[in-house]
């Protein structure tokens, strides 16, 4: 969702995974599979594998956010918000 948020940058990995909080291994695992998906755009400078949003405009559908697997936590945590009911 990160990705989605600021879609002129490019992130790596790492920064993915600490911002997120979730270990490399699953980010590279969502990763591979939006970037099958068209989703997202990916390029290798040395051994940092950087990958940013094929959206120019930053908008994510409904469908992709409800899609992802905890997408609305993420979002509430980097917005700075709460779940409530």
Known sequence: MLLLLHPEREY????????????????????DRLVVGGI????RVGRNRLVKSRSRSGRCSRTLCLSSPGSARLILRILGGSLQR
């Open 12 to 31: 790596s990995i790492t920064e993915l995974a600490e911002a997120c909080g979730v270990t490399h291994t699953a980010i590279v695992r969502e990763v």
């Open 40 to 43: 997202l755009d990916d390029r």
